[in-house]
């Protein structure tokens, strides 16, 4: 028995692995959820409504523009048509929400080749283009990683002007050509193969017995995909497809979110194209939301899978009950599966794999 | 394991980007100096003086890798850019903008934001903050407070060098600490300080002006920066 880990620096306290080991091989691995001690959940049943928005920028904190859509579903559901978000509105959530998916897969797809070896270059390669998306958000939000850009019933704040244009000369003219590159770059790569293909697998059925979500478990063939099977915002306006890949194995979730990428940049395509003029925001400009009672579940595709918050509220200025269905916490469950029966050194990649963000994980 | 093309195609992929990146800075006019170096050709060691450093943008034509020489090398600070707060007076007259009306206080998720109401002597309100803190190290620079101040008091600034080796004292900012002039705020933000809304935001709260400052001069004490009381209790 060995306890491995934490093997990043951000996973220090709140996760490990408890591996049992024959000779090289595991034969059983049990994953330590620690503390953050951010208790995520009890403090969005103190903050108002609104307060809270800032408080799932830091959920998963790659992905905040994501986390503010989901959020901002859920208190919009059981707000009612009161907060129907002004069309404009709606395509900059797409927008952002697509320029997330692609910083994160970006993010993730260096960093599985970091956990594979590969110090450092594919992930600089990487990083950049998830730079020039950094700085689109900070343009417009203000912010680059903790965007408290969502509100509910549309956005904070308009678009600056000149941000379409570079947000448009990105998507149009850099990004797929990117994309190839780094697909060029690595998925031929024969160490790639090697340390990749067969590794990790996890099947169909368990894929989906254990609940994972997004690339994890479109990797396992499965083509489930929320922005397709429950579509919200103004998703069912766009063209794109679902990607799967056939073995479940690292190589099929990396391969998966190089997919996506390129998805995305489609729908971004489309929704520069299509964005019109408007108003941001339903209704005016308060911190004082009234929320009726009832019960609601948003979610949304975020790039590490279902993110949904299930509210409960009362009728006060605070939700009764608040809870975050997060992808890397239930994706994690799968590990010891993916991980049997092979070595200790294809434990790191496997965790690479799966993508894990630590706010998530303990909240 | 066997090395095949794909090995070799990504060492391409390696050195077409390493020969981009000189080809760029031989296009710039860093052939012959440190990209974040002095005025002159050959200043390899020297460093920009202080407010003087390139300001490197990022866009869509970017090549080679890209590496920003901080502090000799900056990016840009968009206007948005949110990191502390800070409190307003404006400079025509030195009136604090703050009423003192703790809505800041109460949309701040981490409750980092506190403040004691001005009083006349005879123990009336006046609506004038008489001190004002912020926690800087709970402050998440969410920037709501900002967001939804009905007076245009509080306003994100966008200084983002603030290492200190001290926190008890420094961090916790009071009414001095935090004040800054409506110029220093047109100046860093352009388009808001003449964007519609906040022009006709100002038109408003001048008004309004001329009565709060005889309220606040009939308590007994005078306005703006220098009026608030150093207050350590706190501290
Ligand atoms: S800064 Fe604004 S919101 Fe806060 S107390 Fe002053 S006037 Fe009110
Ligand atoms: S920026 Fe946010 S956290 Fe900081 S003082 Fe304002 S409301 Fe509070």
């Given at each position: 028995m060995v306890s491995m880990g934490p093997q990043h620096p951000s996973t220090h306290g709140v996760f490990r692995m408890n591996v049992r080991v024959d000779g090289e091989t595991i034969v059983g691995l049990k994953p330590v959820m620690g503390y953050l001690h951010r208790n995520h959940e009890k403090i969005g049943e103190r903050n108002t409504f609104l307060m809270n928005m800032p408080f799932t920028d830091r959920l998963d904190y790659l992905t905040s523009m994501g986390n503010n859509f989901g959020y901002a579903l859920a208190v919009e559901q059981l707000m009612g048509d009161e907060a129907k978000p002004p069309e404009r509105a709606e395509y900059i959530r797409v927008i952002m929400a697509e320029l997330t998916r692609i910083a994160s897969h970006m993010w993730s797809i260096g960093f599985l080749l970091n956990d594979l070896g590969a110090f450092f270059t594919p992930a600089l390669y990487a990083i950049e283009e998830r730079e020039l998306i950094l700085d689109l958000f900070e343009w417009a939000s203000g912010s680059r990683m903790m965007c408290n850009y969502f509100r509910f019933g549309g956005v904070a704040a308009d678009l600056p002007p000149g941000w379409l244009d570079r947000c448009r000369a990105i998507v149009e003219n850099r990004l797929d050509k990117k994309i190839d590159e780094l697909d060029e770059y690595l998925s031929g790569n024969e160490i790639l193969l090697d340390r990749a293909r067969g590794v990790g697998v996890l099947s169909t059925e368990d894929a989906i017995n254990f609940s994972t979500s997004g690339p994890v478990l479109r990797g396992s063939n499965v083509p489930y995909d929320l922005r397709r099977?429950?579509?919200?915002?103004?998703?069912?306006?766009?063209?794109?497809?679902?990607?799967?890949?056939?073995?479940?194995?690292?190589?099929?979730?990396?391969?998966?979110?190089?997919m996506e990428m390129r998805e995305s940049v489609r729908i971004l395509k489309q929704a520069v194209r299509g964005i019109p003029e408007g108003p941001i925001l339903a209704g005016k400009k308060t911190y004082q939301i009234k929320v009726p009672?009832?019960?609601?579940?948003?979610?949304?595709?975020?790039?590490?899978?279902?993110?949904?918050?299930?509210?409960?509220?009362?009728?006060?200025?605070?939700?009764?009950?608040y809870h975050v269905r997060s992808p890397s916490f239930i994706n994690l469950t799968a590990l010891e599966r993916m991980c049997l029966g092979r070595t200790i050194a294809d434990v790191v990649g496997i965790l690479g794999s799966l993508d894990i963000v630590l706010g998530e994980v303990d909240r | 394991m066997a090395i095949g093309s794909g090995?070799?195609?990504?060492?391409?992929?390696?050195?077409?980007?390493?020969?981009?990146t000189?080809?760029?800075?031989?296009?710039?006019?860093?052939?012959?100096?440190?990209?974040?170096?002095?005025?002159?050709?050959?200043?390899?060691?020297?460093?920009?003086t202080r407010g003087e450093e390139r300001v490197v943008v990022q866009d869509a034509t970017i090549d080679g890798l890209f590496t920003v020489e901080y502090p000799d090398e900056r990016l840009p600070v968009f206007e948005r850019f949110r990191m502390l707060p800070v409190l307003i007076y404006d400079d025509e007259d030195g009136n604090v903008r703050c009423t003192s009306c703790n809505i800041c206080a109460k949309v701040c998720p981490p409750q980092c934001i506190w403040?004691?109401?001005?009083?006349?002597?005879?123990?009336?309100?006046?609506?004038?903050?008489?001190?004002?803190?912020?926690?800087m190290d709970v402050c998440m620079n969410c920037g709501l407070c900002a967001e939804y101040c009905p007076f245009d008091a509080i306003k994100m600034d966008q200084n983002f060098e603030l290492a200190n080796s001290e926190r008890h004292r420094t961090h916790i900012y009071s009414l001095q600490d935090l004040l800054v002039s409506s110029a220093y705020y047109a100046?860093?933000?352009?388009?808001?300080?003449?964007?519609?809304?906040?022009?006709?935001?100002?038109a408003k709260v001048a008004k309004k002006k001329g009565q709060r400052l005889q309220k606040a001069l009939g308590a007994g004490r005078g306005v703006g920066t220098e009026s608030a009381p150093k207050t350590s209790a706190l501290i």
């Open positions: 099977a429950a579509p919200y915002g103004i998703y069912d306006r766009f063209e794109f497809a679902v990607a799967v890949g056939n073995h479940g194995d690292v190589y099929d979730r990396y391969y998966v979110r190089l009672a009832g019960e609601a579940y948003g979610r949304v595709e975020n790039p590490k899978g279902e993110l949904g918050y299930y509210l409960v509220s009362d009728g006060s200025a605070a939700a009764y009950r | 090995v070799i195609r990504g060492h391409w992929i390696t050195l077409r980007r390493f020969l981009l000189f080809a760029r800075d031989v296009r710039d006019g860093f052939a012959l100096r440190r990209r974040g170096g002095g005025p002159q050709p050959l200043d390899f060691f020297k460093t920009p403040m004691v109401q001005a009083k006349s002597p005879k123990g009336t309100v006046v609506p004038l903050p008489e001190d004002f803190f912020i926690d100046q860093t933000h352009p388009e808001a300080w003449s964007s519609p809304e906040e022009t006709a935001e100002r």
